[in-house]
C-alpha cells in the first residue's frame, strides 16, 4: 500500500494510506516514485552524447534559444530528490494578515517580498534560503530559467512591456476530503493573489484564472489544468507576462523515454491522479513553455514535492548556502546549464521532432 506524507510546521507526519494505484510517496506537498530508464545516443557514427555536458556551451545555448523562444523563470520550492511542507500556521513567516495552513515555499517568497521588491533574484533567493533555515525547512529553492540569466539581474515577475498583456494562472490542490489531504493549497492561491497585482497582474476578470478544489473553481483534474495551462499561453505576443503558481502535491514517476539522467520525469498531481494519471514534465514543456513565442515573459512558482525540474528548463541554480556564498564572494552570477539536460530528446521531442 502506497501513501503520502505530510509535513506539518516542519515535522512530518504520515496519514492515512492512499489507494493502492497512488505512486510511493514522499513528504508533505509531494509524492516519489522510482524508475528506470536511459538515454545518450550516437551521430552521424561519431559517439557524441546529446546532454548538456556533451556538447559546447555556445552550442547549446544556440541549440536552447532556437528552440524555447520566451523567457522563461521558474522558483520551486525543493530540489527533484527533495519534500516540501505543508505549514500548520504561516503567520510564523510574519506576513501582515496571514493565518492558517500554507506551503512553506510559497510563504517564503512572500516573506522576502511583502515589504519591498527584493533588488535582484539573487537576494530574493538568499532571503528565501535563510528563511526556510531559520524556520527548520531543510528545503532547498531552485531558480530554473530558459535564458542564461545573472542572478544579479533586477528581480521581476512581470518583465514584458508595461502596455503588454498581463495574465495570470492559479492552481491549489488541497485534496479535499481524500487521503493525502492536504491543509494550506487554497491559501497559498488566496495569498498569492493578492501578491501579484502588486506587479500589475489582474485580482479577477478575463485574464486571471483559478483552478481549485475549493468549491468555488474549476475542478483541478488533469483535463482542467491542462486546458487551463493552454489558455494561459494561447495568443500570448512579445510583450506580454505571464504568471503561473501551482500549490499541490508533486512527485516522481517512472521515465519511460530515455530522457532523465536519474531516470525519473517529475510530476504535478492533479486532483484526479488514481483515474487520470499525472502530469509529467516533459508535457509541462511542450504545453506550458515551448509554444511561447519570443518578447514573452513567464514567471512560475512551483510549490510541491520534487519540483527542482518540473519545468525541463535548460538553465539552473541551486541556492545552497555553499553556492549562494560562492556568488556573494565574487564568483559568476550567471545561470549554468544543466549537465544532464538532454536536448534531442527533451526539446526534440517537446518541438514533435524524432
Known amino acids: 500500500m502506497n501513501s503520502m506524507g505530510v509535513k506539518q510546521g516542519g515535522e512530518e507526519r504520515a496519514p492515512a494510506a492512499a489507494a493502492a494505484a497512488a505512486p510511493a510517496a514522499g513528504g508533505g506537498h509531494g509524492q516519489h ?24 556551451d555556445e552550442e547549446f545555448d544556440a541549440e536552447i534559444a532556437g528552440g524555447i523562444r520566451a523567457d522563461v523563470r521558474m522558483f520551486s520550492g525543493c530540489e527533484d530528490v527533495q519534500t516540501s511542507a505543508d505549514v500548520h500556521d504561516v503567520a510564523k513567516f510574519g506576513l501582515p494578515d496571514a493565518t492558517g495552513a500554507g506551503g512553506a515555499c510559497t510563504n517564503a517568497v512572500l516573506a522576502n517580498v511583502k515589504d519591498s521588491k527584493p533588488d535582484s533574484w539573487m537576494s530574493l533567493l538568499k532571503g528565501m534560503r535563510s528563511t526556510l533555515k531559520e524556520k527548520k525547512f531543510k528545503q532547498i529553492p531552485q531558480l530554473a530559467t530558459s535564458k542564461k540569466m545573472d542572478i544579479h539581474s533586477p528581480f521581476d515577475l512581470s518583465g514584458g512591456d508595461e502596455s503588454g498583456n498581463h495574465k495570470a494562472l492559479l492552481i491549489g490542490i488541497n485534496y479535499t476530503g481524500g487521503k493525502g489531504e492536504l491543509k494550506g493549497c487554497h491559501n497559498d492561491v488566496k495569498q498569492m493573489r493578492e501578491y501579484i497585482t502588486t506587479h500589475g497582474y489582474p485580482a479577477d476578470g478575463a485574464n486571471l484564472k483559478i483552478v481549485s478544489d475549493d468549491g468555488e473553481h474549476e475542478e483541478p483534474s488533469k483535463e482542467n489544468i491542462l486546458k487551463a495551462i493552454k489558455w494561459l499561453v494561447h495568443g500570448a505576443k512579445a510583450g506580454d507576462s505571464l504568471f503561473m503558481h501551482y500549490s499541490g502535491h508533486g512527485g516522481s514517476v517512472k521515465d519511460n523515454t530515455g530522457d532523465e539522467e536519474d531516470n525519473k520525469d517529475e510530476t504535478m498531481i ?33 510549490d510541491c514535492c520534487h519540483s527542482g525540474s518540473i519545468l525541463d528548463l535548460p538553465y539552473s541554480f541551486d541556492a545552497k548556502d555553499g553556492a549562494l556564498e560562492l556568488v556573494e564572494a565574487g564568483g559568476s552570477g550567471v545561470m549554468q546549464k544543466k549537465k544532464n539536460f538532454n536536448v534531442k530528446k527533451k526539446m526534440h521531442k517537446a518541438q514533435g521532432k524524432h
Open 33 to 56: 516514485a522510482a524508475g528506470g530508464g536511459g538515454g545518450g545516443g550516437g551521430k552521424g557514427g561519431k559517439k557524441r552524447g546529446h546532454r548538456a555536458k556533451d556538447i559546447p
Open 270 to 302: 492533479p486532483v484526479d491522479y488514481m483515474k487520470s494519471g499525472q502530469i509529467k514534465d516533459d508535457e509541462i514543456l511542450k504545453e506550458l513553455v515551448m509554444p511561447l513565442p519570443e518578447g514573452v515573459v513567464l514567471s512560475v512558482v512551483m
